[in-house]
């Protein structure tokens, strides 16, 4: 055995002492350094694209062309309006609230002016509220309560839509329904559930939603046939005060129609019902 004396450029000495280990030092914790992309919700997916489940997190929209933008109102005049489509210009805050919408080509255009948003949600695909206090409707103020609205749903259509299969949708969101007049307190969307079968020039579609408002609550049910990425159904209602009918405007998002766009307008004279929703497979 040989032993390393403690002086500098000494030779080892021979020992008759047997090596001996004594336990290793323990190192020192490694520091946690870690990113801001590496954050997980509950179901280890990235915060950053599916969001915590702690609290709502908004994937904002961007500023652009080629949305399909639904809304349902009380134009200047006083009467029901909707304005839907495709290829429109749509502008959003830092937050992807829609804040103007108009065709690519030019007018009409409608901007939120000096009104606030209401019932806002966004999921990255779609974007959904509602516009309360003045709004510019094509250079034409209109005012309206917190008991009434713009309502709107908003997002880039399927650009090829599948040909064959059916898919369910369920509600993801909504703006809280209300009355044209405002003569009572919003509503609640408690339920829409749509199927749609694909074909090869068509989809064929099956809609049933509920539609709670403070002194009524509106069961809309029906069928029809949609051409591309967007269609109408005029579904039968029941609950009315009067005699009543429903349209629905909608549309599909996302690359796979993976999220349903909905505006609905329920005619029940003296009452007229707005509202919009966001519905995934």
Known sequence: SGLAPRETNAPPRETNTQPQARPADVPPPKP??????????????PTDI????????????????????????????????????????ASFDATGRLTQFKPSSGSPVIGIGSGSQADFGSDGVLAWGRWT??????????????N????????????????????TYTLM???????????????????????????????NLSLSMTVAMPDRTYLMNGSGTGSGSSFTLSPSTSGCFSGCSSTVF????????????????????????????????
């Open 250 to 281: 909608g549309f599909f998002a996302g690359a796979s129609a993976d999220r349903v766009g909905l505006t609905y307008h329920i005619s029940d004279s003296p009452n007229n019902v707005f509202g919009a929703a966001a519905l995934k497979k």
């Open 148 to 167: 009434q609205g713009l309502h709107y749903v908003v997002g880039m259509p399927t650009p090829t839509m599948p040909i064959s299969g059916s898919a």
């Open 173 to 203: 969101g909504a703006s809280q329904p209300t009355y044209m007049a405002g003569n009572t307190a919003p509503g609640t969307l408690t339920g829409a559930s749509l199927t749609a079968t694909f074909l090869s020039t068509a989809v």
């Open 50 to 89: 599916f969001g915590s489940t702690s609290g709502p997190t908004f994937i904002p929209l961007v500023s652009g062309s080629g949305y399909f933008v639904n809304a349902v109102y009380q134009d200047v005049s006083g009467a029901p309006a909707a304005s839907f489509g495709a290829n429109m210009v």
């Open 32 to 45: 946690i350094d870690y990113k801001k992309g590496e954050d997980v919700n509950a179901e280890g997916q």
């Open 133 to 146: 206090g003045t709004v510019d409707l094509n250079g034409a103020p209109m005012t309206y309560s917190a």
